[in-house]
């Protein structure tokens, strides 16, 4: 006998009311019948690099700093990076990977070479951290690991040498060196990189020159079967495309030729223009909405990438990572432009939700993610001045989507969601993800672009509605360092009656709930 199966949809009605537009009724639809992909965590990774206050000063200050530390890396930002539970990190670039030379890096602090860092503001790089350091932090941190070779102005042979290194436990020459620096097991290396924009500051390349290196580069880059990292090549920025397709057409990967992933970046810039990129503060509503706007183009970019890889890779053995993305502004009066310091502010929260909206939705290529950069650079989760730090609206926004990792996605439908209009252009005022966290409870991130006009969202079958919202009545609201909490994410919790519960999401808000085990 034909029987209709229960509707498991969990429904949800939203009524959007501004000021100065009518209410609008949106229909949220979470399918807890068609689970999608598991959102890896590596969705949530970081990038650190050798670039401004990002390492020193951010993170590591030296066992001999009168910041307190453990083994020279900050504890204040130790443990606000372990409250987030970074479970990736990317090291040591960016443009610096491509000039990075490991064996500057090893052995007695004091005895390390001096260098440039030619890419970001000339400064004195003294190596003070390398490799050990590196490993050492992202195990304090209990955080997988990225490294970025030197395709640039390294060779074959010193990139050879350092996966090595790092994987080995041969008693080879090498190893014996990494056991003589202090370290005897040898270090987990979860992925690897060959160069890094390589169409730009990595090498100028065209995508077919690129593509022949990698191929040769990877032949002989060799781990222990159980120490294997996954490979990553360099791929396009933007719109770009044709990486994307040269490099599946021409790595195939084989016993010996291994491309787990090609990877994109994509920066936000409110203005679009590099001059003159827009201030982190201070900004008009122009410039809320062209950055949310540019932002949400990463979706296309995506798509169009993915859609490649399903016509030439339709066993799905490469991944589509954006092991860069994040907004980047002119940086804040008085710091040196080669730091690339800037404010972060409530619209960086509300785009790296949106974001992550979309990462999630491509969650079966998109197995990875770098926000750009963890600490004291571009979009970053924490701010410091010296001894002073300061939490950003961006480590809320990751804080709160913590549960999303390695959760189960559930597909979500948004029925007639209001437009957020500005001049010629619109964005949709709500966007949302949501998924089945590890706890067994389903949790729905929501984002309400629009400034002004809150949106009444009605649950229906729901087993409760607990969760926070970061949200300000100043669209560029910021923590200081004399004020760390003008923005903190604020509990959120409504009553249920009969299954079903009403959520206002304020205007300019991000919101995080958590709705129990549907
Ligand atoms: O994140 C800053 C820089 O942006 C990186 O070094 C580079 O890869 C990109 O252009």
């Known amino acids: 006998m034909f029987k209709l199966k229960p509707l498991l949809f969990c429904c949800f009605t939203m009524a959007a009311s501004t000021a100065l537009a009518k209410s609008d009724s949106v229909d949220i639809n979470i399918d807890v019948q068609q689970p999608g992909a598991v959102l890896n965590k590596n969705i949530y990774g970081q990038f650190m690099e050798h670039l401004g206050r990002g390492i020193y000063e951010g993170i590591w200050v030296g066992e001999d700093s009168d910041i307190p530390n453990q083994d020279g890396f900050r504890l204040d930002v130790l443990q606000a990076l372990r409250e987030l539970k970074v479970p990736l990190l990317r090291w040591p670039g960016g443009c610096f990977a491509d000039e990075y030379h490991w064996r500057d890096g090893i052995g007695p602090r004091d005895e390390r070479p001096r260098t440039v860092n030619s890419n970001w503001g000339g400064v004195i790089e003294d190596n003070a951290f390398g490799t050990h350091e590196f490993f050492a932090f992202a195990e304090l941190l209990g955080a997988e690991t990225y490294v970025n070779g030197n395709l640039g102005t390294g060779s074959p042979r010193e990139m050879v040498e350092w996966?090595?290194?790092?994987?080995?436990?041969?008693?080879?020459?090498?190893?014996?060196?990494?056991?003589?620096?202090?370290?005897?097991?040898?270090?987990?290396v979860d992925y690897f990189a060959v160069g890094n924009e390589s169409w730009g500051c990595g090498g100028n390349m065209t995508p077919d020159y690129y593509a022949d290196l990698y191929k040769q580069y990877s032949a002989f880059l060799k781990a222990p079967e159980d120490n294997m990292p996954k490979f990553i090549a360099s791929g396009g920025t933007d719109d770009q495309t044709e990486w994307t397709r040269t490099l599946a057409e021409k790595v195939k990967p084989s016993w010996s030729l291994r491309m787990d992933a090609i990877s994109h970046h994509y920066y936000t810039i409110p203005t679009s223009d590099w001059e003159v990129k827009g201030s982190a503060t201070g900004f008009p509503e122009e410039e809320w909405f062209s950055a949310l706007h540019r932002t949400l183009r990463i979706e296309d970019f995506i798509e169009e990438?993915?859609?490649?890889?399903?016509?030439?890779?339709?066993?799905?053995?490469?991944?589509?990572?954006?092991?860069?993305?994040?907004?980047?502004?002119?940086?804040?009066?008085?710091?040196?432009?080669?730091?690339?310091?800037?404010?972060?502010?409530?619209?960086?929260?509300?785009?790296?939700?949106?974001?992550?909206?979309?990462?999630?939705?491509?969650?079966?290529?998109?197995?990875?993610?770098?926000?750009?950069?963890?600490?004291?650079?571009?979009?970053?989760?924490?701010?410091?001045?010296?001894?002073?730090?300061?939490?950003?609206?961006?480590?809320?926004?990751?804080?709160m989507h913590i549960p999303f990792q390695d959760a189960t996605y559930l597909p979500v439908s948004i029925d007639n969601t209001p437009e957020y209009n500005h001049g010629d252009a619109s964005i949709p005022a709500i966007s949302a993800s949501a998924a089945k966290a590890k706890d067994g409870n389903v949790y729905l991130s929501l984002v309400n672009t629009q400034l002004e006009g809150e949106v009444d969202v009605t649950l229906d079958e729901v087993k409760q509605v607990q969760g926070q919202v970061l949200s300000s009545e100043k669209m560029d609201e910021h923590n200081t360092f004399e004020q760390p909490e003008n923005i903190t994410p604020k509990a959120y919790s409504v009553s249920v009656k009969n299954g079903k519960a009403v959520v206002t999401v304020p205007a300019k808000s991000l919101m995080v709930l958590n709705l129990g085990q549907l």
Do not use: C
């Open 163 to 188: 996966l090595h290194y790092m994987t080995s436990d041969a008693d080879t020459t090498i190893v014996r060196e990494r056991k003589k620096n202090g370290r005897e097991k040898p270090f987990k």
């Open 305 to 399: 990438n993915i859609a490649i890889l399903d016509e030439l890779d339709p066993e799905k053995k490469i991944g589509f990572y954006v092991d860069e993305w994040g907004t980047w502004y002119d940086v804040d009066e008085g710091t040196n432009p080669g730091f690339l310091y800037q404010q972060n502010t409530l619209r960086d929260a509300v785009i790296a939700g949106l974001n992550i909206h979309v990462f999630n939705r491509y969650a079966e290529r998109v197995q990875m993610t770098n926000i750009a950069q963890m600490v004291n650079v571009l979009q970053a989760m924490i701010l410091t001045d010296k001894e002073k730090m300061v939490l950003t609206p961006t480590y809320y926004a990751f804080k």
